[in-house]
């Protein structure tokens, strides 16, 4: 599909930051970076990259709204404004998605949901749950008397976000942190740098009060200062598995509490009842995802023995006819990767599963008809030992694996030998089946014949897949530090 016309599409200029419920010039140090459009490799825009002295002022933002009213604000009345503030990013949800789109290569039919609709619906279930949360409670004591159990803001927070989901992501911190009372300094990815100020439009027309919501996209060597800043009370990233590890380490020497979502090579178990056009028919959003950018996506495919050349063919088949192109046309499927790095180091992994020997049954470079634009041909490797490179490392691209397994406890074994832990799948017509089989997999999440988040409940990883939780009511919990009063009546 070849790219459209861009005369149309604005340029955007961000050269402020957002600070203490303004935008402030940013401080000497700063510089300013082009995003560049996926498709394209043309500028959608510019925005201004904030250093660690910027990062101090918004710190110092964030702590003194902590110490405001904010904090001590009944969560019924926090409630509301978070409804406005999910108010004020749905009114902003499509021309979100679309620049997002621009901004990563997202097919724009996943896009509007998860980067534009996807932000106002996790703000409003925070909101919700807020609403009739008790701030406290109150307990007998085991020696007589009474205890009352207090749930406070645990302060200021810090939160590190990716390009790949930049909106969904950055509302899974923002809107449990703002429900709990905390304030929060936001530090998005550069390559989607501009849709970060999504938020903080947002959150300004909503009423939020000064210095709960500050914004300032840097680079690594500036968050990492944001991390370890005096300042901070807790830490939130999503990223690569290398970065939350010196993450966690600082955070360690600190402390400081942290919760990591980190990479992912998830595995997609087809039992041998599975029906193969079930599969097929949800291969693109299980393990295709975002153009294979995607940290809980199922790229390593598990078939049984007996099945093997059947799932190979089906397989194949589904990804070969997967239409590739402009990601801002509703039939695509997948589009370009986020950056020219992104897709040579996609391309780097092919090469060498190519050079093992294993046998790439579709794709394998470039699309031919696609000039401009960092995109790959999705590519399926079949007879792949799960030792393999390709099978190991995440490749975070549009790249499958098939390996073949002897029964459940093989298969099994195949899925729990990763570093990683963090989604997959069983694809069974039991059903008990399927959750017995997911009740063995070592990892934070299982799909049984889809994949799909769920807003009221917990998501995360296990092993190098990350610490802690995210959505539902689980993921209000690392945003609130509880005390315990003791009285002697």
């Given at each position: ?101 621009r901004e990563n290569g997202m097919p724009i039919a996943l896009s509007k949901s998860v980067n534009g609709f996807g ?60 429900a709990a009372g905390c304030t929060v300094v936001l530090k998005p990815a550069p390559e989607t740098a501009l849709d ?234 039991d059903e008990d089946h399927g959750l017995a089989l997911a009740a063995r997999i070592h990892t934070g999440t299982v ?43």
């Open positions: 599909m070849s790219i459209t016309d861009r005369e149309s599409e604005p340029v955007l200029d961000r050269r402020q930051l957002f600070i203490g419920g303004r935008w402030v010039e940013p401080s000497s140090g700063s510089t300013v970076t082009d995003v560049i459009e996926a498709a394209t490799e043309k500028s959608v825009g510019s925005a201004v990259l904030g250093c660690p002295a910027d990062i101090d002022a918004a710190v110092a933002a964030a702590r003194a709204a902590s110490a405001g009213p904010w904090s001590a604000m009944p969560g019924g009345e926090r409630a509301e404004l978070l409804e406005r503030f999910a108010s004020a990013l749905q009114s902003r949800a499509r021309d979100t998605a679309r620049l997002v789109s932000p106002a619906a996790m703000v409003r279930y925070y909101a919700n749950l807020i609403r009739a949360d008790e701030a406290a409670d109150v307990r007998p004591s085991s020696f007589g008397g009474r205890t009352v159990v207090r749930h406070e803001p645990v302060g200021v927070v810090a939160a590190i976000t990716p390009w790949n989901y930049p909106q969904p992501l950055a509302a899974m911190k923002i809107a449990p942190a703002l970060a100020y999504v938020f903080a439009d947002a959150a300004h027309d909503a009423g939020i009060p000064d210095g709960v919501l500050n914004i300032v996209p840097a680079e690594r060597d500036t968050a990492a200062y944001l991390v370890a800043h005096p300042g901070v009370d807790k830490v939130a990233f999503t990223g690569s598995t290398a970065a939350g590890r010196e993450i966690g380490r600082t955070c360690g020497a600190l402390l400081r509490p942290v919760t990591l979502e980190l990479g992912g090579k998830s595995a997609a178990i087809v039992a041998d009842d599975a029906d193969l056009a079930l599969f097929a028919a949800h291969l693109l959003e299980v393990s295709l995802v975002n153009n294979g950018q995607t940290c809980h996506a199922s790229t390593r495919i598990l078939a049984p023995r007996s099945r093997y050349a059947e799932v190979v063919d089906s397989v194949t088949d589904t990804v070969r006819a997967l239409p590739v192109g402009d990601p801002l046309d509703k039939a695509t499927a997948i589009g370009p990767l986020v950056s020219a790095r992104q897709r040579d180091r996609v391309l780097g992994y092919i090469d060498a599963g190519r050079a093992a020997g294993y046998r790439i049954t579709t794709g394998g470079g470039i699309p031919a008809d696609q000039p401009l634009g960092w995109f790959v041909e999705p590519t399926v490797f079949e007879g792949v030992d799960n030792s393999a490179t390709i099978a190991q490392e995440e490749i975070f691209g549009p790249v499958l694996t098939i390996t073949p397994y002897d029964g459940d406890d093989d298969a099994v074994a195949i899925a729990n030998d990763s570093e990683y832990g963090l989604g997959g799948t069983v694809w069974t017509a799909g049984v014949n889809h994949y799909a988040l769920d807003l009221a409940a917990p998501f995360g990883g296990v092993k190098a897949s990350g610490l802690g939780r995210e959505l539902g009511p689980e993921g209000l919990a690392p945003y609130r530090s509880t005390k315990s009063v003791y009285f002697s009546t």
